[in-house]
């Protein structure tokens, strides 16, 4: 079991940074790749961006460029960092953890266990 808790989310404007923290629990978390989420309401969760177990990344063409995803497996944390904000980026952010072993890891259906969602908000 994994417990995931995301922190730094809330009100910037549009071309301001953010900063979002993901902290797990447990002795495994080294053995998940992390991923980070986010949802507006109507929608689906929609797939930023993923970690790894190996500590290498991948991003969505949606935000790259101006997102990056990075881990400390010593403390148990992932951190999206998000910068060059846009009004669009405004959403439910998640971070989530995926057991190895799947074919697929865009999707929110192939991960295992989700933080409880922190709201960022882009202003124009």
């Known amino acids: 079991q994994v417990q995931l808790v995301e922190s730094g989310g809330g009100l910037v404007q549009a071309g301001g940074s953010l900063r979002l923290s993901c902290a797990a629990s447990g002795r495994t978390f080294s053995t998940f790749h992390m991923g980070w989420f986010r949802q507006v309401p109507g929608n689906l969760r929609e797939f930023v961006g993923i970690s790894w177990r190996t500590g290498s990344t991948s991003i969505a063409d949606s935000v790259k460029g101006r997102f990056t995803i990075s881990r400390d497996n010593a403390k148990n944390t992932v951190t999206l960092q998000m910068a060059t904000l846009k009004p669009e980026d405004t959403a439910v952010y998640f971070c989530?953890?995926?057991?190895?072993?799947?074919?697929?890891?865009?999707?929110?259906?192939?991960?295992?266990?989700w933080g409880q969602g922190t709201q960022v908000t882009v202003s124009s």
């Open positions: 989530a953890a995926a057991r190895v072993g799947k074919s697929s890891y865009y999707s929110w259906t192939d991960y295992n266990y």
